[in-house]
C-alpha cells in the first residue's frame, strides 16, 4: 500500500483502533472498546441498511483523523457519509453471523486504485470491526491528456514488443492511482490482462533458465497475463502487477479443456511446463496422474499426466474426471466451509487414476477409489471396449475425500460407533457436495439426488441411499443396533442410522412447511461438528456436539431454539437422544 495510504484497523474486543498514516491517530473515545458499538439509530430512506450502518460506523471512526484531506471523505449528519466512497459488495457470513460491507474509494466516478474500507456488523448492525486503506485528496487532473491509442503505444515501448502485440488487449479504464506523496494522485490508464510480461519479469526467467533451475522454454512462450497502469499525462507506466493467483514464473495455472469419462466437456486449471501441459492445478494444489493400468503396488509415474496441447485427448478423460471432481472438493471447502483444502493448510492433493489390482477378480481392473496415505486411488471397470474410471462418481470422490478432512479434524477411529460416524460423514459431505454441484437446484433439497454410488451396487443399484437405506437392506433405528464384528464394527452398515438422522435434518420443515435449514447450513453445522468430535465419538455424542454447535452459532435465540428442536427430533427419529 502506498505510503500516503491511511491504514485504519479496529475490533470491538480490542482496547483501541489503530491507525497508521495520521500523524495523531484516532482521537480517544472516538471508539469504544470491549462493549459493543450500537447501531447508528438513523439511516437514509432508500439505502441499504447494512450500508447505512457501515457508513456511520466509518464517519465515526474518521471523525478523530487529524489529516484534514482525510477527514473531507466524511460528512457530518448523514447516513450516506463518508461520501466518497462506492459500495463494492455486501457479504453475510454464515460462519460467523456477521455481515461484511465492501466500499472502494472513489474521487468522482473513478475509482482510486487499492483503495479500500470494510466494515464488519453484527446482527443488530453494530460495528464488530472495520479496516480501511484510504487515500488523501490532492487535486489530480480529471480528463487524460493521452488518448488511449497513445497511452498503448506508450506501454508497448515500454514493454519493448510491437505495438500490434496489444492490439488485442481491451480498452483500458480510467482510475486514480496514489503515486507517493510528491507526485500525488494520477490519473491514469488500467490496462487488463496484458499478454506480455514487464522487461525485468522475461530477463529473470532467461536467468533462471541459463541456471538450470527451470526447464520451461524461451519466455516468449509462456502466457503472460499483467495488468499496467500508464500515466494519462505524461504515459509512464505507474504500476504493473501479475493477474495469476501465483505470480512466481514457472507456477502459473493455464486454462485447459478435455472430455471427462462421461464425455461432458470440462474446463479445468493445468499447468504449461515446458513442451507439455501437466495436470496440476498450482492454484488449488491438485495433481493427478496415471497409472496407465500399472498395479497399486507398483511405482507411481514420476510426473502427473501430461498432454501436448492444452486441449487433451480422450485417453486422458478418467484423469481429467479425478481432477475435476477433486477440485469441485476443494472449491466446496474454500467456498463453503472456509477450509483450505483437505488439511484446512492447502495440502497437495495427488489423485492416481487407472489403478489396477492383481488381487482383484480381473487384474486389468480394480473395483475400488481410496483415500490412503494422503493420496486418492481410483480403480477401472471393463465397459464394453474400454474402461470406466471410479473418479467419475463425485460423490465417492467427495465420500473419500472427506476421510481425508476427517483424519485431520476429529480423526474418528475406524471401529463400531465412531467408525460408522466416519462413514456417515463421508457418505454426508458426499452428498452434499455431489448435489452442490449437480443438482437441478442446490438449495432445493426436493431436487437431490440421496444416492450414494448409483449403480455401483448388487444389480446395478446403488451402494447406499440416505433417504432410505432400508430399501438396501440397512438398518435405519438404534433399536436394530446389535454389536458386531465384521466391516469392523458395522461402519458401512450402522453408518445407515446416523445418514438417515442426517437425511431427516437437510429435509426438516417448520410449522409452516418451510424448510428450517439451507443445505448449506448444515454443511456448516456437521462440519463444525466433525472439527469437535472426539476420537471415540458414539451417535449420542454426534448429537450432543451438533446440539451445541448449533446453540452458538445463532446467536437468535428464536432460531436457535427451533434449529435445536428440529435436529433433536431428526434424531430421536431414529433412536438417538442425548440422555441425561
Ligand atoms: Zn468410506
Known amino acids: 500500500m502506498p505510503a500516503s495510504f491511511l491504514s485504519l484497523r479496529h475490533h470491538r474486543l480490542d482496547p483501541a483502533a489503530n491507525v497508521s498514516g495520521a500523524p495523531t491517530g484516532l482521537r480517544a473515545g472516538a471508539v469504544s472498546a470491549i462493549a459493543p458499538v450500537p447501531a447508528p439509530a438513523a439511516s437514509d430512506p432508500g439505502m441499504d441498511p447494512d450500508e447505512a450502518a457501515a457508513r456511520r460506523h466509518l464517519h465515526d471512526l474518521l471523525v478523530g483523523v487529524a489529516r484534514p484531506e482525510l477527514r473531507s471523505l466524511r460528512a457530518t449528519g448523514s447516513a450516506t457519509a463518508p461520501p466518497d466512497l462506492r459500495r463494492q459488495r455486501i457479504e453475510p457470513s454464515e460462519l460467523t453471523k456477521t455481515t461484511v460491507v465492501v466500499f472502494e474509494q472513489v474521487r468522482g466516478a473513478l475509482p482510486v486504485f487499492g483503495s479500500h474500507a470494510l466494515v464488519e456488523l453484527d446482527e443488530n448492525r453494530g460495528l464488530v470491526s472495520a479496516s480501511a486503506e484510504l487515500c488523501g485528496s490532492s487535486q489530480p487532473a480529471t480528463l487524460p491528456t493521452l488518448g488511449v491509442e497513445r497511452a498503448r503505444e506508450r506501454l508497448a515501448r515500454h514493454l519493448e514488443i510491437a505495438p500490434d502485440r496489444l492490439a488485442g488487449v481491451a480498452p483500458p479504464s480510467l482510475c486514480y492511482f496514489d503515486a507517493g506523496a510528491v507526485a500525488g494522485l494520477r490519473l491514469a490508464w488500467h490496462f487488463e490482462d496484458v499478454p506480455a510480461a514487464p522487461v525485468a519479469t522475461r530477463k529473470e526467467l532467461e536467468d533462471r533458465q541459463q541456471d538450470g533451475h527451470d526447464l520451461g522454454p524461451s519466455p516468449r512462450q509462456r502466457r503472460f497475463s499483467f495488468d499496467y497502469l500508464v500515466d494519462s499525462e505524461d504515459g509512464n507506466v505507474l504500476y504493473h502487477y501479475s493477474r495469476a493467483p501465483l505470480a512466481f514464473p514457472g507456477e502459473l495455472p493455464t486454462r485447459c479443456s478435455g472430455m471427462d469419462d462421461d464425455g461432458s466437456p470440462q474446463q479445468f486449471n493445468g499447468h504449461f511446463a515446458g513442451e507439455r501441459y501437466v495436470l496440476w492445478d498450482p492454484h488449488s494444489n491438485l495433481r493427478t496422474f496415471d497409472l496407465a493400468g500399472g498395479d497399486l503396488d507398483g511405482p507411481l509415474p514420476t510426473s502427473p499426466a501430461t498432454s501436448p496441447g492444452d486441449e487433451w485427448p480422450a485417453e486422458a478423460r478418467a484423469a481429467i474426471s479425478a ?45 475400488n477409489a481410496v483415500w490412503f496415505q494422503n493420496r486418492m486411488w481410483y480403480g477401472r471397470a471393463k465397459d464394453g471396449d474400454r474402461y470406466r474410471s471410479y473418479a467419475r462418481y463425485l460423490d465417492v470422490v467427495a465420500h473419500e475425500l472427506t476421510h481425508g478432512i476427517t483424519e485431520h479434524t476429529s480423526n474418528l477411529v475406524y471401529r463400531d460407533q465412531s467408525g460408522a460416524l466416519n462413514e456417515s460423514f463421508s457418505d454426508i459431505f458426499g452428498v452434499l457436495i455431489c448435489n452442490y454441484w449437480l443438482a437441478p437446484a442446490r438449495d432445493d433439497v426436493s431436487t437431490w439426488s440421496w444416492d450414494i454410488g448409483p449403480g455401483l451396487g448388487k444389480n446395478g443399484k446403488p451402494l447406499r441411499d440416505m433417504s432410505d437405506p432400508a430399501r438396501l437392506g440397512y438398518p435405519v433405528h438404534m433399536r436394530e443396533y446389535v454389536r458386531m464384528v465384521r466391516d469392523e464394527g458395522g461402519v458401512h452398515y450402522y453408518s445407515s442410522i446416523h445418514n438417515k438422522a442426517a437425511y431427516n435434518v437437510l429435509t426438516a420443515t417448520d410449522d409452516t412447511s418451510k424448510r428450517v435449514f439451507s443445505p448449506e447450513e448444515v454443511a456448516v453445522l456437521y462440519y463444525l461438528t466433525l472439527g469437535r468430535l472426539d476420537r471415540m465419538a458414539t451417535f449420542e455424542k454426534a448429537l450432543a456436539v451438533l446440539l451445541n454447535v448449533t446453540k452458538t452459532y445463532y446467536g437468535n435465540a428464536a432460531k436457535r431454539e427451533r434449529n435445536t428442536t428440529a435436529i433433536a427430533r431428526a434424531y430421536a427419529d431414529v433412536g438417538i437422544v442425548v440422555r441425561g
Do not use: Q
Request: charged content about 30%; aromatic content about 6%.
Open 323 to 367: 481432477h475435476v471432481n477433486a477440485g469441485r472438493v476443494y472449491d466446496f471447502c474454500r467456498v463453503v466451509l472456509k477450509r483450505d483444502g483437505i488439511d484446512g493448510k492447502g495440502m497437495t492433493v495427488e489423485s492416481v487414476v487407472n489403478c489396477t489390482s492383481l488381487a482383484d477378480r480381473s487384474p486389468d481392473e480394480w473395483h
